[in-house]
């Protein structure tokens, strides 16, 4: 293993030189290239709190209401900070206090020692735990909004709220992800979701709103979809004309820059007698979901088949 620690690692030793010549190496520690690979400084997660490592800088939050209304004190900080770096497979040392409530704590993994410091005064803040798709999130509670994380990022416009605990809405479903603040902890949200709805207002050519044509009503409801799922919504189109029973001549079909229009080929027929009464038809949009929320527009233009 020394060897291989020479090659591709590095080797901590006292060296016994006499006369220019090496008598003996007494090695105190060496890493391999295997060992380096697993002592990748990572952050840490237990339940009471979450540790972020940045080199060998801590910070530490804490489950909001673990220590009552007051923030830990000296001896209970150290002692989840210990805890969470032993539940990242430190062998922890002593803790060392120096200036202004900045400690040391010395710790070992892989035969690598590190010291990390931690400012008690500045880098201890309260959070609220929570899931996020299942796993375990931390979010300041100075800061209490999904974008404020500290573990994970949050995808997709529109997030699902599998309960109301620890959010600020009442009932249970999707949401604008900007929209949600956590207000204590046992949250549990599904993230990842675009919303896909169309516009009530139809864009039409203008022979055919010049002949008193006009679409009342666009009948469909917004959608949620994972961010690369195919999506497809039925839209029912009513079409009316102001100036009393008339008959359309030229067909007319649905079109949209932003998906595909399946059934809109002519869907509004020619030589059909339109009045007050609208007449209905049905399109089906459909395409797939890219990271952002998409808002359909509709067009008509004129259709022949000659």
């Given at each position: 293993r020394l060897i291989s620690a020479l090659g591709e690692g590095w080797v901590s030793a006292d060296v016994y030189v006499e006369d220019g010549d090496?008598?003996?190496?007494?090695?105190?520690a060496c890493m391999d290239e295997g060992d380096?690979?697993?002592?990748?400084?990572?952050?840490?997660?237990?339940?009471?709190g979450y540790l972020t490592m940045s080199g060998n800088a801590l910070t530490l939050y804490y489950r909001s209401g673990a220590y009552g209304t007051s923030d830990p004190d000296e001896e209970e900080a150290i002692a989840l900070v210990r805890a969470l770096l032993d539940e990242?497979?430190?062998?922890?040392?002593?803790?060392?206090?120096?200036?202004?409530?900045?400690?040391?704590?010395?710790?070992?993994?892989?035969?690598?020692?590190?010291?990390?410091?931690?400012?008690?005064?500045?880098?201890?803040?309260?959070?609220?735990?929570?899931?996020?798709?299942?796993?375990?999130?931390?979010v300041p509670t100075n800061s209490a909004n999904l974008q404020s994380l500290?573990?994970?990022?949050?995808?997709?416009?529109?997030?699902?709220?599998?309960?109301?605990?620890?959010?600020?809405?009442?009932?249970?479903?999707?949401?604008?992800?900007a929209d949600i603040t956590i207000t204590g902890n046992g949250f549990n949200i599904t993230d990842g979701f675009v919303q896909i709805s169309v516009d009530e207002t139809v864009s039409l050519d203008s022979s055919f709103s010049t002949a008193g044509y006009s679409i009342e009503?666009?009948?469909?409801?917004?959608?949620?979809?994972?961010?690369?799922?195919?999506?497809?919504?039925?839209?029912?189109?009513?079409?009316?004309?102001?100036?009393?029973?008339?008959?359309?001549?030229?067909?007319?079909?649905?079109?949209?820059?932003?998906?595909?229009?399946s059934g809109g080929t002519g869907?509004?027929?020619?030589?059909?007698?339109?009045?007050?009464?609208?007449?209905?038809?049905?399109?089906?949009?459909?395409?797939?979901?890219?990271?952002?929320?998409?808002?359909?527009?509709?067009?008509t233009e004129s259709y022949s088949e000659s």
């Amino acid at each position: 293993r020394l060897i291989s620690a020479l090659g591709e690692g590095w080797v901590s030793a006292d060296v016994y030189v006499e006369d220019g010549d090496i008598i003996f190496v007494a090695v105190r520690a060496c890493m391999d290239e295997g060992d380096s690979a697993d002592d990748e400084v990572e952050d840490a997660d237990t339940g009471d709190g979450y540790l972020t490592m940045s080199g060998n800088a801590l910070t530490l939050y804490y489950r909001s209401g673990a220590y009552g209304t007051s923030d830990p004190d000296e001896e209970e900080a150290i002692a989840l900070v210990r805890a969470l770096l032993d539940e990242a497979g430190y062998d922890v040392g002593t803790a060392t206090e120096g200036s202004d409530n900045a400690w040391t704590i010395p710790a070992t993994r892989n035969n690598a020692e590190r010291n990390f410091e931690i400012d008690l005064d500045e880098d201890v803040q309260a959070a609220y735990a929570g899931t996020l798709n299942g796993e375990a999130v931390w979010v300041p509670t100075n800061s209490a909004n999904l974008q404020s994380l500290v573990n994970a990022t949050i995808e997709g416009d529109y997030v699902y709220l599998n309960s109301t605990t620890g959010v600020n809405e009442s009932s249970r479903g999707y949401y604008e992800a900007a929209d949600i603040t956590i207000t204590g902890n046992g949250f549990n949200i599904t993230d990842g979701f675009v919303q896909i709805s169309v516009d009530e207002t139809v864009s039409l050519d203008s022979s055919f709103s010049t002949a008193g044509y006009s679409i009342e009503d666009v009948n469909v409801e917004p959608i949620y979809v994972e961010v690369g799922d195919t999506w497809e919504i039925e839209v029912e189109i009513s079409v009316t004309n102001s100036n009393g029973s008339a008959t359309l001549r030229t067909s007319r079909s649905i079109v949209s820059d932003d998906c595909t229009v399946s059934g809109g080929t002519g869907v509004i027929e020619a030589d059909t007698e339109y009045g007050e009464e609208p007449v209905t038809y049905t399109v089906t949009l459909s395409g797939t979901a890219d990271e952002d929320s998409l808002a359909i527009t509709l067009e008509t233009e004129s259709y022949s088949e000659s």
